[in-house]
């Protein structure tokens, strides 16, 4: 039996959450902490950090300690028709952290499913992604973005090249005033700014959302997010998972649904995830693949308020305590299920519940 009251707040979370992930048949993955560093620099605008320690081989290749571990699983593994690689990770990762800016080991967790994947793989990942923010906390919630969507009603306003990738920018940005100014010097008129504009104010609950969307999208384009959001309607989590199309990621690596996890009390996203087919081609994979990553370094703040004592009894003892009686209170102690720290002077940065002061005894 694990005493999860010796364990750290994060190694409660990756203990529940590996149990989670093993009941819906998702197999733990294993990685080296070394890769080749050209594996990062070529891909790292998929990186939440674009920083990277690298260092030299015995044999002179440039490796570096991993920042990340989905690229490794899509570069060792393989495609076939019909099947699906269905992996969870804990593994440590080594980047820049966003609450010291230095580099930091860094616990992350996360999982992804990858090969003939449909409907219901995606949905079955956002689940799963409430599921275990749910593990963290009770005060969560899911945004998720339908990136062919959005592509689809800005590039049927005007498909420029410079015009697209700007207006991405604005409604990540919900900037509707940098929008306009870019829809007047393309010279599209209201109605194209219309669309796009509805775009940066439709977010929140889902079928409030889809309605919204038959304003400005055709029934196909809207079919699969209604498909997708009828079966959230079943997931014990559905009041938490919203729909949101400023939530956009790299193109030129993600497509179809993305969305990220945010706790109550962390000012950014604590996970982020979606599909990522175009990353899968540009690394030579023909399969598909939707995945998340919890990024357990910015759960510290909940973890200093959920642990506010490190011990529960701080016992004070003297030089002339009986040791017999420092054993007896010890073990009555921590037969009551409390964990003690016996001391002879209080330390100056722990944190207790209560004392059991001992050192008059055995004194004249």
């Known amino acids: 039996m694990i005493d999860e009251a010796v364990m750290r707040f994060e190694e409660k979370a990756i203990f529940n959450l590996r149990s989670l992930y093993r009941r819906h048949g998702y197999l733990p993955?294993?990685?080296?902490?070394?890769?080749?560093?050209?594996?990062?620099?070529q891909n790292k605008d998929f990186l939440v950090s674009d920083r990277v320690i690298a260092f030299n081989d015995t044999n002179g290749r440039l490796m570096a300690l991993k920042p990340d571990?989905?690229?490794?699983?899509?570069?060792?593994?393989?495609?076939?028709?019909?099947?699906?690689?269905?992996?969870y990770y804990n593994e440590n990762v080594y980047r820049v952290s966003e609450s010291t800016r230095r580099f930091k080991e860094i616990m992350q967790a996360g999982l992804e499913c990858i090969g003939d994947i449909d409907l219901f793989d995606i949905y079955e990942v956002i689940t799963l992604a409430a599921e275990s923010l749910s593990e963290i906390s009770d005060s969560f919630y899911i945004e998720v973005s339908d990136l062919d969507l959005v592509y689809s009603v800005v590039s049927g306003v005007c498909d420029a090249h410079g015009f697209v990738t700007r207006a991405m920018e604005c409604i990540s940005q919900k900037n509707a005033h940098e929008l306009r100014e870019l829809c007047e010097s393309f010279g599209i008129d209201d109605d194209g700014y219309g669309k796009i504009a509805a775009l940066i104010s439709l977010y929140g609950r889902r079928a409030g959302v889809i309605d919204g969307l038959c304003g400005i999208c055709g029934a196909e384009q809207i079919e699969k997010i209604r498909l997708l959001s009828e079966m959230l309607d079943h997931s014990p989590f559905a009041d938490r998972i919203m729909f949101d199309f400023s939530v956009i990621n790299d193109m030129n690596y993600y497509n179809g649904f993305v969305f990220t996890g945010f706790i109550d009390g962390i000012y950014c996203g604590v996970l982020a995830?979606?599909?990522?087919?175009?990353?899968?081609?540009?690394?030579?994979?023909?399969?598909?693949?939707?995945?998340?990553?919890?990024?357990?370094?910015?759960?510290d703040d909940i973890a200093a308020d959920g642990e506010s004592?490190?011990?529960?009894?701080?016992?004070?003892?003297?030089?002339?305590?009986?040791?017999?009686?420092?054993?007896?209170?010890?073990?009555?102690?921590?037969?009551?299920?409390?964990?003690?720290?016996?001391?002879?002077?209080?330390?100056?940065?722990?944190?207790?519940?209560?004392?059991?002061?001992?050192?008059?005894?055995?004194?004249?």
């Open 29 to 41: 993955y294993k990685m080296s902490k070394f890769e080749e560093y050209d594996l990062y620099l």
């Open 69 to 87: 571990v989905t690229l490794s699983i899509i570069k060792n593994g393989e495609d076939r028709r019909g099947v699906k690689q269905k992996v």
């Open 273 to 299: 995830g979606g599909q990522y087919d175009n990353m899968m081609k540009k690394m030579n994979r023909s399969s598909g693949a939707v995945g998340f990553a919890l990024y357990l370094d910015r759960l």
């Open 309 to 364: 004592y490190d011990v529960d009894c701080l016992l004070l003892y003297g030089e002339h305590t009986p040791l017999s009686r420092l054993q007896s209170e010890t073990e009555r102690i921590a037969a009551g299920g409390a964990s003690v720290s016996c001391q002879k002077e209080i330390p100056e940065k722990l944190r207790y519940k209560y004392t059991v002061d001992l050192r008059g005894d055995g004194n004249a």
